[in-house]
């Protein structure tokens, strides 16, 4: 019944969608947090640069962001990212689409988990002597980060589903191998099931674990 | 919280923020000058890639509005056809009967666990399959199936958290002067939450328009982004030219979408004849995720 699956590498399929959502959210956790210390420090510009960023980059869809790392920045301008192997350069470009785009959410996250931390412990902070680093640092972000665990799964788990995006410049990750298989197969339902179980197997345990995770992290107040 | 994170600033930040914003705005630059030298090395400034968008009509009545058009009917049929079904899947997780409540959960949990895209390649070879659907509509009819599966469940989210929302005393007063379940939902709170859900909804629709492109980059679906690839193909390689202008049109539809949804959010939350109850847009990237973190997280 399950014969279809011999010509086709889906477990390394799901490998490359592993890798791709790993190295793109370690990506995106440092620009986000970047972008979030910006968009809530002292200098107007940079406020004006992350506001500015994550207003565009969310709006615009993924597939556009990946697409153009492909056909404009490799094709017409001739950035390969520090390879000239086909594959090694989508699969880098389409890491970097994903970065640019999750790095927005991970923003917005990680803002909102600033926000829930109380007034008080910024004011104390200050009244202390500390600076807006050291506050941020020492104070704020310890706190943000544990109450934005839920919002940063949320993000994680929509940065699994959308590595899929990926399948437009060639990546032969889970849907590429899907697309392949039904197109060359006649098991439609059975090979859907078989891709669709593997996206639970990634994104329901990573709800369940990060959730647990969060609520144990998280400030008792 | 923001604006209480450093304090009034005295001569010596003063001075320090003007550094800072010196030397941010140098990287900044920079990065311009370089993505600049990069794009004249390549030619692509010249004024012939430009050109169609900025002269003549051309280039927006045979590629961009055929394109935009397509996109913005994939997402208004995905939406009028998911609101519905998002509603009833909804309510159905409300329900106090398990044999309801529990296939509308699961039901609900799996097309929210599984990419949009893995929906739209099982739609296309499922009507290539089974239904007489011509091979021209077809991509078409796979976008909106894979958006209607999975925009469906995360409306039910939606619709979920927006009866949730609603005070307790909506129902409790409801059902002390005697109205059974069904009209306490229907008559009580369905008109309220309804309200309440309006700015999630409209960012939900953002969330549509973007997934439209993923038809156009796999499914040969002729939609928006589509269009640039075949510009940029006419137009003698004018790859970035294109690429900017279609970004600029999904910006332009969806920031207005968003701000729209913000403003209906601080309305909603003003208003003195309501319960103040309102499901924020933000609550749509956190339902976007999974239910096993709760989706009351955002809300």
């Known amino acids: 019944m399950f014969d279809f699956l011999e010509g086709y590498d889906v477990l390394g399929a799901f490998w490359t969608t592993v890798q791709l959502a790993l190295l793109s959210a370690v990506g995106s956790l440092v620009w986000g947090t970047a972008l979030a210390a910006m968009r809530v420090g002292p200098v107007p510009l940079m406020r004006g640069f992350g506001t500015a960023y994550v207003n565009i980059v969310r709006n615009i869809p993924l597939t556009v962001i990946i697409l153009f790392t492909s056909l404009g920045l490799n094709q017409t301008l001739g950035i390969g990212l520090g390879s000239d192997d086909f594959k090694t350069v989508n699969f880098r470009l389409a890491v970097l689409g994903l970065t640019v785009y999750t790095s927005a959410f991970v923003c917005e996250a990680i803002r909102s988990g600033i926000n829930t931390v109380p007034v008080g412990q910024a004011e104390a902070a200050r009244a202390i002597g500390l600076s807006f680093t050291q506050v941020l640092n020492l104070v704020v972000l310890p706190q943000a980060f544990r109450a934005a665990v839920g919002p940063l799964t949320n993000v994680l788990i929509a940065l699994t589903k959308n590595t899929t995006v990926a399948a437009a410049i060639g990546v032969a990750e889970a849907a590429y191998v899907m697309k392949e298989m039904v197109e060359n197969e006649a098991q439609l339902l059975l090979i859907s099931a078989v891709v669709a179980f593997g996206f639970c197997c990634l994104t329901l345990p990573t709800g369940l674990i990060l959730g647990w995770v969060g609520k144990k992290v998280a400030v008792k107040r | ?299």
């Open chain 2, 1 to 299: 919280m923001s604006a209480v994170l450093y304090d009034a600033q005295g001569p010596r930040a003063k001075r320090r923020n003007v550094l800072y914003t010196v030397v941010f705005l140098v990287a900044l630059a920079a990065l311009v000058w370089w993505v600049y030298q990069a794009l004249d090395d390549k030619d692509q400034l010249a004024w012939e890639k430009w050109k169609p968008f900025f002269s003549g009509t051309e280039a927006y009545s045979t590629y961009i509005w055929p394109g935009l058009r397509n996109t913005l009917e994939a997402a208004a049929a995905a939406m009028v056809i998911a609101l519905p079904l998002g509603a009833v899947l909804g309510i159905a997780r409300l329900s106090d009967h398990a044999w309801v409540r529990v296939p509308a959960s699961v039901l609900v949990e799996f097309f929210r666990a599984i990419p949009v895209l893995v929906l739209m390649i099982f739609g296309l070879a499922l009507y290539a399959e089974y239904t007489g659907v011509g091979s021209d509509d077809r991509p078409l009819y796979a976008v909106v199936t894979g958006l209607v599966l999975y925009n469906a469940s995360v409306l039910a989210e939606i619709a979920r958290a927006g009866i949730l929302s609603l005070p307790k005393g909506q129902s409790e007063a409801a059902m002390a002067i005697g109205l059974r379940k069904g009209q306490v939902m229907r008559l009580i709170l369905l008109p309220q939450a309804v309200t309440a859900m309006l700015p999630a909804i409209v960012s939900q629709l953002v969330v549509i328009v973007k997934d439209t492109a993923l038809g156009g980059a796999v499914l040969t679906f002729s939609e928006l982004l589509a269009s640039a690839n075949t510009m940029s193909g006419y137009y003698g390689a004018n790859t970035i030219a294109s690429f900017t202008v279609v970004a600029a049109i999904y910006v332009a539809i969806n920031f207005s979408l968003t701000s729209f949804a913000s403003w209906l959010e601080r309305r909603l939350r003003r208003r003195r004849k309501s319960t103040g109850a309102v499901v924020p847009p933000s609550a749509v990237t956190d339902i976007a995720g999974t239910a096993a973190t709760g989706a009351g997280s955002g809300v």
